[in-house]
């Protein structure tokens, strides 16, 4: 079974930084790529980032681009989204994406 449980999560004030990760199981973490998609309070969905299979491509959304860097260790089977310069605007549960698999989400709530 897919399991991908994200954490790290929480308030910042924005200008601050958060790192969030993801723990996946049931599959060969090393062989997919995985998705950072975020959904902000009363908002659709929006696709944030996604990085390969090796950890040598990155894309990410304009939104976040320069700000977000997403990462992964694939020995310890787990994803990383490392958040700079967070604004309120970021503010959203973020989830963890192996399509059609995803995570139970992480709250970020950036405000003073």
């Known amino acids: 079974e897919v399991q991908l449980v994200e954490s790290g999560g929480g308030l910042v004030q924005p200008g601050g930084s958060l790192r969030l990760s993801c723990a996946a199981s049931?599959?060969?973490?090393?062989?997919?790529?995985i998705n950072w998609v975020r959904q902000a309070p009363g908002k659709g969905l929006e696709w944030v980032s996604i990085?390969?299979?090796?950890?040598?491509?990155?894309t990410y959304a304009d939104s976040v681009k320069g700000r977000f860097t997403i990462s992964r260790d694939n020995a310890k089977n787990t994803l990383y989204l490392q958040m700079n310069d967070l604004k309120p605007e970021d503010t959203a549960v973020y989830y963890c994406?192996?399509?059609?698999?995803w995570g139970q989400g992480t709250q970020v709530t950036v405000s003073s």
């Open positions: 994406v192996k399509f059609p698999n």
């Open positions: 049931g599959f060969t973490f090393s062989s997919w790529g």
């Open positions: 990085i390969n299979s090796g950890g040598t491509t990155t």
